[in-house]
């Protein structure tokens, strides 16, 4: 016969040896692993990164239509406007690719057109709008004639879906 206890005392023992063996295996199986960081490596990395980046070219055309009979300042060109711009962006923008910026002046039909690298602007007919967007997107005037029709419509139902009266 076995004394009395032996079974408690058996059930204590093996609750200690749960504890003493078992924190211990699940203390070292849920730790983590944390070697020192290659400081040095990750900066070398990071500037060989920024060296090779891909810096897409940046075209910037900007438009000013002055309507017919509108008053305009005959002594703001579109060389004038073209530096303004030129000043904007370098100053304020923080781009880093190579942007390349042109400045058009419409008056009644006659334009005057800059971009850097050319010494004077030129001066000629304006000729047509949605021909010359059409040929900086790479489609033709009647596609382009089209795309701004259905922007227009668009942009009349999301103004009439919004609850604004037409008018």
């Not at 060109?77 to 880093?96: N, P, R």
């Not at 008056?107 to 000729?127: K, L, M, V």
Request: hydrophobic share 45%; aromatic share 4%.
């Amino acid at each position: 016969m076995k004394a009395p206890g032996t079974k408690r005392l058996s059930v204590a023992l093996s609750a200690v040896a749960y504890v003493l063996l078992g924190v211990p295996v699940w203390w070292h199986t849920t730790s983590l692993h944390r070697p020192p960081l290659p400081h040095e490596a990750i900066a070398a990395a990071a500037a060989t990164a920024k060296a090779r980046s891909a810096l897409l070219p940046v075209s910037l055309q900007l438009v000013v239509a002055v309507p017919e009979g509108a008053e305009w300042s005959t002594s703001l060109s579109s060389s004038d406007i073209l530096q303004s711009l030129q000043e904007a962006v370098f100053k304020h923008s923080g781009i880093e690719a190579p942007v390349r910026l042109s400045a058009t002046v419409n008056i009644a039909g006659r334009c005057s057109s800059s971009s850097p690298g050319t010494d004077a602007a030129a001066h000629g007919p304006c000729g047509d709008p949605s021909a010359a967007a059409a040929s900086i997107l790479g489609g033709s005037s009647s596609s382009s004639q089209q795309q701004a029709r259905q922007l227009d419509d668009w942009l009349a139902h999301e103004w009439l879906a919004k609850g604004h009266q037409g008018g």
